[in-house]
């Protein structure tokens, strides 16, 4: 047997193994179902930052919804555009119960916008959105009580248009199925899009003076907190308790803003992650080399089963996903996503050290 087929016969074991693991934790795993919250329990913050063209779609579902929490807080981070403006219209005639907070200078960025509205919430648990997602119509009602857990990890949908979009749309849905293939107490990541915790802890254990440096990150670092200090956490997975939010405007936004995670992120990973993302790409940058080698040596039938083969791998991969949010037509775009996807990597790979990390017009280290 040659090197080649020897590679793509390892390969294959590999990436076999590891879309059946996927599959085995995020299918056969039964998610517990726990009580609601009540929602004078609750206050949620939204952070926000020339969001005037992006916001109107949450406000709108906030609006929808049959029931609403203690009070929404928004914080506005220095924005130049009518933000806040649009807020007022949209909510002002509305049963919310809102106010707006501004950061005053030199305070800036999300950690620090979402730091200062926890400070004022009244109520023992927050809830934090971004301000470009919509949530379901029962969202509040379908929220999770906490209980002894300090942070609820809430999952994060986003959705596309376009072919850029749909491969986009997957691109993202892999973290979800990451995070579904751990313990459920123990997640390995976490969005302020979309994340519940106790009032008093976050305030206790997010030491912000950790990575003051950085802009945002706030979410994954405080996970990271949270667990250092002992504190119960966990994630869930239910569609009914998912926001969406809407893909990066082109892909060079989509490696942009992946190379500014890298950076917000480069503290609060633990080692599960690293090993997962090194495997991730591994699996990813082996096949596209093998498939263009078999290629060039002509041997197209080899070519034809690896590609059969990855296809297989990507929808065993995606079958909880799919399954979740009932999408199975976006399994129309994993033979693109084989290229797509490694593609991608290794954009965001040289992009981290030629292009200039940037958040909201600023720079992701002040």
Same mark, same amino acid.
């Given at each position: 047997?040659?090197?080649?087929?020897?590679?793509?016969?390892?390969?294959?074991?590999?990436?076999?193994?590891?879309?059946?693991?996927?599959?085995?934790?995020?299918?056969?795993?039964?998610?517990?179902?726990?009580?609601?919250?009540?929602?004078?329990?609750?206050?949620?913050?939204?952070?926000?930052?020339?969001?005037?063209?992006?916001?109107?779609?949450?406000?709108?579902?906030?609006?929808?919804?049959?029931?609403?929490? $203690?009070?929404?807080?928004?914080?506005?981070?220095?924005?130049?555009?009518?933000?806040?403006?649009?807020?007022?219209?949209?909510?002002?005639?509305?049963?919310?119960?809102?106010?707006?907070?501004?950061?005053?200078?030199?305070?800036?960025?999300?950690?620090?916008?979402?730091? !200062?509205?926890?400070?004022?919430?009244?109520?023992?648990?927050?809830?934090?959105?971004?301000?470009?997602?919509?949530?379901?119509?029962?969202?509040?009602?379908?929220?999770?009580?906490?209980?002894?857990?300090?942070?609820?990890?809430?999952?994060?949908?986003?959705?596309? $248009?376009?072919?850029?979009?749909?491969?986009?749309?997957?691109?993202?849905?892999?973290?979800?199925?990451?995070?579904?293939?751990?313990?459920?107490?123990?997640?390995?990541?976490?969005?302020?899009?979309?994340?519940?915790? $106790?009032?008093?802890?976050?305030?206790?254990?997010?030491?912000?003076?950790?990575?003051?440096?950085?802009?945002?990150?706030?979410?994954?670092?405080?996970?990271?907190?949270?667990?250092?200090?002992?504190?119960?956490?966990?994630?869930?997975?239910?569609? !009914?308790?998912?926001?969406?939010?809407?893909?990066?405007?082109?892909?060079?936004?989509?490696?942009?803003?992946?190379?500014?995670?890298?950076?917000?992120?480069?503290?609060?990973?633990?080692?599960?992650?690293?090993?997962?993302?090194?495997?991730?790409?591994?699996?990813?940058?082996?096949?596209?080399?093998?498939?263009?080698?078999?290629?060039?040596?002509?041997?197209?039938?080899?070519?034809?089963?690896?590609?059969?083969?990855?296809?297989?791998?990507?929808?065993?991969?995606?079958?909880?996903?799919?399954?979740?949010?009932?999408?199975?037509?976006?399994?129309?775009?994993?033979?693109?996503?084989?290229?797509?996807?490694?593609?991608?990597?290794?954009?965001?790979?040289?992009?981290?050290?030629?292009?200039?990390?940037?958040?909201? !017009?600023?720079?992701?280290?002040?």
């Amino acid at each position: 047997m040659e090197t080649l087929e020897i590679v793509v016969a390892l390969w294959i074991s590999i990436a076999l193994g590891f879309a059946l693991y996927i599959l085995l934790f995020n299918v056969v795993r039964k998610r517990k179902q726990s009580p609601k919250i009540r929602p004078e329990e609750l206050t949620v913050i939204i952070p926000f930052r020339n969001e005037e063209s992006r916001i109107r779609p949450l406000l709108q579902s906030l609006k929808a919804q049959k029931q609403l929490p $203690a009070a929404f807080i928004f914080v506005d981070d220095h924005s130049t555009d009518n933000g806040k403006a649009v807020i007022q219209q949209e909510l002002s005639e509305s049963a919310i119960s809102f106010e707006i907070l501004s950061l005053s200078h030199p305070v800036s960025g999300k950690k620090k916008a979402v730091f !200062e509205g926890v400070k004022t919430v009244n109520t023992p648990y927050t809830l934090t959105l971004d301000a470009d997602v919509v949530v379901p119509e029962d969202y509040f009602s379908a929220l999770p009580y906490p209980g002894s857990y300090a942070m609820i990890c809430l999952p994060v949908r986003m959705t596309g $248009a376009t072919l850029a979009g749909k491969l986009m749309e997957l691109e993202y849905g892999s973290f979800q199925l990451l995070q579904g293939s751990v313990p459920e107490n123990d997640p390995l990541m976490a969005s302020g899009a979309n994340l519940l915790f $106790a009032t008093k802890d976050y305030l206790t254990y997010n030491d912000l003076s950790q990575h003051d440096h950085l802009l945002s990150g706030d979410d994954q670092f405080a996970l990271s907190q949270f667990k250092k200090q002992g504190r119960k956490v966990r994630y869930t997975l239910h569609p !009914e308790q998912t926001v969406v939010t809407p893909v990066p405007e082109s892909i060079g936004a989509l490696i942009r803003q992946r190379i500014r995670w890298m950076a917000n992120n480069s503290g609060g990973t633990d080692s599960r992650a690293t090993f997962f993302a090194g495997l991730v790409v591994l699996i990813n940058l082996i096949y596209p080399v093998s498939f263009l080698l078999l290629i060039v040596q002509a041997d197209y039938p080899l070519a034809f089963r690896l590609f059969i083969v990855r296809f297989c791998v990507d929808f065993i991969t995606y079958i909880p996903w799919f399954t979740r949010y009932q999408n199975w037509s976006l399994a129309f775009y994993l033979p693109l996503l084989q290229f797509f996807y490694p593609l991608l990597l290794c954009s965001i790979g040289l992009g981290s050290l030629f292009i200039h990390k940037e958040w909201k !017009e600023r720079s992701v280290k002040q």
